[in-house]
């Protein structure tokens, strides 16, 4: 395996609702990569960024940086302003990605299965009123629903639904976090989700992970970064159903022109029907996060796939 030639950037942090997430992520990266003898520094995403890349002679960028100015495509158009290569996916396949109805939409285009949703803006909910909406969107979409923000990640904002009197609390919590909603019909079934890592052949599948959240954490923030709240294992279903959903991801992953790596989300129903809720486009690699699991499942690491990633991004 050849040496990175030179200093590399792990860039994490921001100003989103997930920074906290992002710094986690950027100190397991940071640590795993050292410890492969890879000259790293962690990097926050602020006004002295760019200055402090070019003063250190950073050669290569890994960001790790979750929601918005993360995945939205902005840290990705400002390293492509300035001609620093970077792991991940373009900006303007970021752009597209990160807004889960133009995604999805996609997706659907694809003949990938998603769930039957609605987007609801603010300024509509406002107009309109939600007398006039709820029963609509209930009659479509059934008793049980889950509503969340159209960006963004990390369950914030995200909120489960069981009956009409419940839908505009549950909406006037998701603007807090972005002025447009999509209100998703409910699924029941098992949580899987699929990382997807290119390579000289093409993009390739992990092995699936299950997530089991604690009961009442299922849409919590600090189920998805607390130990005790969520379990992460093999999933405990038929060997061509957990084939199908590789296939799906890369598939989701090509969909949408993605690039080095992302994860796709699905809920699986007790029938083996599924669909696929999100494809994030830059994973997260906290201690509860379905990366590093993933790796280290699938007989590698999340140091070695990184460095990997770091390297294919030199060669472009």
């Known amino acids: 395996m050849p040496d990175l030639p030179g200093h590399v950037a792990v ?4 100003l989103s609702h997930e920074r906290d997430v992002s710094l986690a992520s950027g100190r397991n990266l940071v640590r ?3 410890a ?8 926050d995403f602020d006004r002295n960024l760019l200055h402090n890349l070019e003063r250190d002679k950073v050669v290569v960028a890994l960001p790790a940086l979750h929601g918005q100015l993360g995945e939205d495509g902005e840290i990705q158009t400002l390293l492509e302003l300035i001609g620093m290569p970077f792991v991940g996916s373009s900006s303007n396949a970021c ?3 990160f807004d889960k109805g133009s995604a999805r939409e996609l997706l659907r285009r694809g003949g990938i299965p998603v769930p039957d949703g609605v987007s609801l803006s603010a300024q509509t909910f406002r107009d309109v009123g939600a007398t006039a909406l709820m029963e609509h969107v209930m009659e479509r979409l059934g008793e049980r629903v889950v509503v969340k923000p159209t960006r963004g990640g990390s369950a914030l904002g995200v909120t489960g639904v069981d009956g009409l009197a419940e839908l505009p609390s549950a909406l006037v919590g998701t ?3 972005y002025d447009e909603a999509i209100i998703e019909r409910f699924y029941d079934g098992i ?3 699929v990382v997807v890592l290119d390579s000289d052949e093409g993009p390739r599948a992990l092995t699936p992970i299950a997530i089991d959240f604690a009961k009442g954490h299922e849409f919590d923030f600090s189920a998805r970064y607390t130990a005790e709240y969520v379990g992460l294992a093999r999933p405990e279903l038929p060997d061509p159903l957990l084939a199908r959903l590789g296939e799906v991801a890369v598939e989701a992953h090509r969909v949408l022109g993605l690039r ?4 796709s989300d699905f809920i699986v129903s007790p029938d083996g029907s ?4 999100e494809t994030a486009i830059t994973p997260g690699t906290t201690e509860t996060s379905v990366f590093p699991f993933a790796c280290t499942v699938s007989g590698t690491s999340l140091g070695e796939v990184a460095r990997d990633l770091l390297l294919r991004a030199l060669s472009r």
Not at 11 to 14: D, N, R, S, T
Not at 260 to 263: A, I, M
Not at 274 to 277: G, I, K, R, T
């Open 11 to 14: 860039i994490a942090g921001g």
């Open 274 to 277: 599924f669909v696929v809720l």
């Open 36 to 43: 492969l003898g890879v000259d790293v520094s962690a990097y």
């Open 175 to 177: 603007y807090a976090y």
């Open 32 to 34: 795993d990569l050292r």
């Open 191 to 193: 949580d899987v989700s």
């Open 95 to 97: 752009r597209v990605a």
């Open 260 to 263: 080095d790596v992302s994860r």
